[in-house]
């Protein structure tokens, strides 16, 4: 049998990330072309394993090898922020502009940057094993999935980012003219996010 | 149907200015300092700095990804559309696809029940997503602004599904508040919904969609539904602005979970 190209799909699991992969996912089962492995946390397995369910059987693959899935290490990114900075639904909501300044200089690190070095590295490694043991053609990652983005920068790996969300907020920055100050309202950079957080 | 798109129609998240688009004059200032802010986060919070120096001695180089968001050798994917987006130059690596969604269940197939109840009248869907869980001030000013929603209109029914904060009196108070509505059916509060929200949206029997503003709902209802509410959850007040089809606009305030007033507007005149 020939060996098929396969596409590694590196996504948080909170259902605002992941709502994208699993559409591609679903696409991609259609195609029955691609081999398919993710990584990731239960939450998305569970979903996965649901959308397969649904799906007519293929003519290649049996259901259980559809879709590969690998339990990533650690927690996701919502679970993080709680776990390591104290962060609760309550204490997102914050004030706009001036009045919000302190509370976003506490927020952002800990929403974004949420996983201790040690945790960042740890997936960074474990990504870079899962990839050399798969060579997929293709890498699909989360915009807000840090580790992941330094895994294929750090390997030169082909990658795509596949976001939820619009790219306003990574492409403001680029337009001319320094418009981004006068006129866009400002985000965090890249503050755009699916919902989840 | 196409409109002046203001930010506070643009998918927008809780962290952020929540200033409208384009940037009034009066908020230059505010802007430059709140960007200016945001940027020296990253370049002195010592827990990112400490972060960047461990990547460094681990061979990892360059910015983190999520404070760098843009590389022009790097596909770009996502659901936008430029109809919908902030006017912006869009480089060719960026891929603004529209709609990326699986496919559900229609609503008559799994929940005919639903259906026959959504049109009854015109239909209000409310959800402020899978974080939320509303404590009883909110509770109270979402409350009290359907209270003037069901007031205004013999017809409208809502749905809304509401997950009060653990250990708080908000369901007393929406019931407090709205008890006359429940029992008489025009509102059906739960915590859960039986069918998935894009399902119900999908049906085309939703006149209105309340969301939290995060990018699924937003789009979701940009693409399903012609009049629609979006909340902005970027301060303490809980914005409801109602787009009509026609030509006015109701537009309702929650300050503090206190109502402060409802004025109809003419299209395009966005505060």
Known sequence: ???????????????????????????????????????????????????IRQQPESTTLSRENQVKFHAAP???MVDTSFKNHNVTKDSIPHKPGYAG???????????????????????????EDLATKLKPALVVVDPFLSPA????????????????????????????????????????????????? | MRQEISN???????????????????????????????????????SIKSLAAARKRHGVHGQLAVFEPYNKDVPYICPSLPEIDLPMRIPSNAHLVGPILVPTQPLAQGDP?????????????????????GTIDQARGMALGLRVLFNSDPKVQVLWKFKPAKGSDAEKEVEAILGNEIKTDRLKVSSWLQSEPLSILQSGLIVAAVHHGGANSWFEATWYVNLFHQTSQSDSR??????????????????NGMIRTITRVKPNTWG
């Open chain 1, 1 to 51: 049998m020939t060996t098929r190209n396969s596409v590694l799909f590196l996504t948080n699991s909170e259902y605002g990330q992941s709502n994208v992969v699993l559409a591609v996912i679903h696409e991609l089962l259609a195609t029955d072309k691609i081999d398919i492995h993710v990584a990731s946390w239960p939450v998305l397995e569970s979903r996965i394993q649901a959308l």
């Open chain 1, 74 to 76: 650690g927690l996701p």
């Open chain 1, 101 to 127: 300044g302190a509370r976003l200089r506490e927020l952002t690190p800990q929403v974004l940057c949420c996983w201790t070095a040690e945790e960042h590295l740890a997936m960074v490694d474990w990504y």
């Open chain 1, 149 to 197: 983005h330094d895994m294929v920068r750090k390997m030169n790996w082909k990658y795509v980012v596949l976001s939820p969300c619009s790219l306003a907020a990574a492409l403001i920055p680029e337009q001319p003219h320094l418009a981004l100050f006068w006129k866009y309202p400002g985000y965090v950079n890249p503050s755009y996010a699916p919902g989840d957080i």
């Open chain 2, 8 to 46: 506070e129609m643009a998918p927008s998240n809780s962290m952020a200015t929540g200033f409208p688009y384009p940037l009034p004059w009066s908020k230059l200032a505010e802007n430059i300092y709140s960007i200016c802010n945001a940027i020296s986060v990253v370049l002195f919070d010592s």
């Open chain 2, 113 to 133: 029940d639903l259906v026959k109840w959504l049109q009854k009248g015109p239909t209000v869907l409310l959800n402020l997503g899978s974080l939320h869980e």
């Open chain 2, 238 to 255: 809980l914005r409801l602005t109602l787009i009509s089809k026609g030509p006015e606009f109701h537009r309702l305030f929650c300050r």
